[in-house]
């Protein structure tokens, strides 16, 4: 049964309060005091499982992950026929190329298939495209590289799904083409009256059968020698929910299988790295391998990655998938954005510790300057938008002058602010539109792009595109811009209730009953990300006890509350000032004037709220972190 917490908002415009449909909570019901018995847990945390429909029968598996719970590599279409081809390329002495991608999960990707390749004996080096230069995934030119250097054979990785002229091209050449990706399979709806009952269910590459139909769609592969792709239609693996590195670990793992070694599991590390960064859902295998990964970080054994680990200041053995999202896989990303991703890979790959710091300074170092890059593409994208009295529900903004590596990174923070579907594009060196799209839940970002691809005839609107529902990337005409505003809108098929963002809460609780042992329960449902985020709590009503602004620019907020007589701390993160704007707008300037200064005032908040333990000189005390907020009287 769905529950509508009762959260109320002030309106200034029509100066009354009027409750908001945003903040839910799934109350379902289960004999939450029996799975706490039987599981060891809290009653709350309990609660939270069934909430996210971790059913009874799974909690066991959920709250103690187990590498046996790992699939085989073997469920994987195509799977042991590349192992085959790999095999042969060994024996037969060939230079293989892997062709990686610019980002995190296409970093890490390449790095497990080079090392891994390289332990066996294979002759392998590595390309990573240039994000402006050479655009996404594997391309003709790079091709024609590889082939006057000499290369036999291309494994793609985080990439290669939607390369055909690329991979036809390497075919020509004489190459053997192994592409290793997770991105959706380029697709087409065949037109009334097309007798698609013709085509096979499934592709046989192996016999030279690309070409499929499947769920009232044709699905096209590239004519590679095999394509492992666990989003194949035809493809019976378990989960494909998994990040490129993570299939590139399946493939390394199936080979050292095939070579009588068991010790593929070291890549847990960078496997997990790249799951995180990627944003992949932390359910099913991704949480084990998530789980492993952050615990062999520790002692991972690459020496590339503890440099970084040390450069951004973290403790090794406290790493949480928090820290690879905000911290470390943003310098891996800064790479790839304003300098080269090889630096990134060369840094994994690295094993004198020395040269591996100097390598890990340097993208933090970049990191730092993609910062400031960034927050100036937001403002001059806000300033595009300044005026607009109503916005689109699919934002299509094209800034000419846009740095190319920073649109997805202002289509993101855009995405955050007005929760709808955004495409941020800018103008490359010879002319032509590149961009980069976030999406919310309720819009297939892809799906919809290949609808306007087959909408506007001919050769399609775009040159190049792919991607996830989430997310995807495009290259285009400027001409067509406008078109494909049009259209996007004219078919979004949302409605405003679609664009309206909800916040979850998993279970509607008071502060005062936070405590240490709660939260040390808590911590049983790590790692928290995508699929799986940290819970969060709320309560209506609280008296501000008192309000303080903190921080090296006063930017934050500290508030002492009041829950059922008990004093509890909070911090909020967020907009300090617009905190102080609404607090200002309900009660007016003189209660805030009393809340700053520890008096007793009329300020009263609903909070959306995770639970914290803060330390402070050997002092453990609860504090409340606030996610979100609502003045109310």
């Not at 067509?480 to 679609?498: A, I, M, P, Y």
Request: charged share 30%; glycine share 8%; with cysteine.
């Amino acid at each position: 049964m769905k529950r509508v917490c009762p959260i109320f908002i002030y309106d200034p415009q029509l100066h009354f309060y009027k409750d908001m449909a945003k903040w839910e909570c799934y109350c379902k019901k289960a004999d939450f005091k029996k799975l706490a018995a039987k599981y060891g847990i809290d009653q709350v945390t309990a609660r939270i499982m069934i909430n996210r429909d971790i059913h009874e029968e799974e909690m066991g598996r959920f709250l103690s992950p187990d590498l046996s719970q790992l699939h085989s590599p073997h469920l994987m279409k195509d799977m042991d026929m590349a192992v085959r081809l790999i095999q042969s390329l060994i024996h037969d002495k060939k230079k293989i190329r892997v062709f990686g991608d610019y980002d995190g999960d296409g970093i890490c990707s390449a790095y497990i298939l080079v090392d891994g390749l390289r332990s066996v004996g294979a002759d392998v080096d590595y390309k990573l495209p240039d994000r402006v230069h050479d655009g996404y995934g594997l391309n003709p030119e790079m091709v024609e590289k590889a082939a006057s250097e000499g290369i036999e054979a291309v494994i793609t990785c985080d990439n290669g799904i939607a390369a055909a002229e690329a991979v036809q091209l390497a075919r020509d050449k004489g190459m053997t083409v192994i592409v290793t990706d997770h991105h959706e399979i380029p697709y087409s709806t065949p037109e009334e009256g097309d007798d698609t009952a013709r085509l096979p269910k499934e592709a046989d590459t192996e016999h030279g059968v690309y070409d499929f139909f499947s769920d009232g769609k044709v699905y096209h592969l590239s004519h590679a020698n095999c394509v492992v792709d666990p989003h194949r239609a035809d493809d019976s693996y378990p989960f494909p929910g998994i990040c490129g590195a993570v299939v590139a670990f399946k493939m390394i793992t199936a080979l050292f299988e095939d070579c009588g070694r068991m010790d593929a599991l070291k890549y847990l590390p960078e496997a997990a790295f790249a799951t995180v960064t990627d944003i992949m859902e932390l359910r099913d295998e991704n949480r084990v391998i998530v789980s492993f990964g952050l615990k062999q970080m520790a002692h991972s054994g690459n020496v590339g990655l503890d440099a970084l680990i040390d450069a951004d200041g973290l403790d090794r053995n406290h790493i949480q998938a928090w820290h690879i999202g905000f911290v470390l896989g943003p310098c891996f990303n800064a790479s790839g954005r304003i300098d080269s991703a090889e630096k990134a890979l060369d840094l994994l790959l690295e094993n004198d510790p020395g040269r591996a710091m100097e390598k890990a300074e340097e993208l933090v170092s970049l990191n730092e300057e993609r910062k400031g890059m960034t927050q100036k593409g937001v403002d001059r994208a806000f300033e595009e938008l300044s005026g607009r009295t109503e916005l689109p529900k699919v934002m299509v903004l094209y800034i000419p002058d846009l740095h190319e590596s920073l649109c997805g990174l202002v289509a993101g923070k855009l995405k955050e602010k007005f929760y709808r579907p955004v495409f941020v594009l800018c103008k490359t060196e010879n002319g032509d539109v590149k961009g980069s799209g976030r999406s919310i839940e309720a819009y297939s970002m892809y799906e919809k792009m290949v609808e306007a691809n087959e909408a506007y005839g001919g050769d399609g609107v775009f040159t190049k595109f792919g991607g996830h529902p989430m997310a995807a990337g495009l290259s285009m005409r400027e001409e067509d811009v406008d078109w494909l505003r049009t259209f996007l809108n004219d078919h979004s098929g949302l409605v405003d209730d679609d664009l309206q963002e909800k916040v979850m809460i998993d279970v509607p609780m008071p502060l005062y009953y936070a405590s240490f042992s709660l939260i040390d329960d808590l911590q049983k449902l790590e790692p928290f990300g995508n699929g799986n985020e940290k819970p969060v709590f709320a309560e209506n009503g609280l008296d501000v006890l008192s309000y303080r602004r903190i921080g090296k620019e006063q930017q934050y907020r500290k508030l002492t509350l009041s829950s059922k007589s008990t004093r509890v701390d909070a911090l909020y993160f967020g907009d300090g000032d617009a905190m102080d704007r609404d607090i200002t707008g309900a009660f007016g300037k003189g209660e805030l004037a009393k809340a700053l200064s520890g008096q007793k005032n009329q300020i009263r908040l609903d909070i959306v709220y995770d639970p914290d333990i803060n330390e402070y000189n050997g002092v453990r005390s609860i504090q409340a972190k606030i996610k979100k907020y609502r003045v109310r009287l």
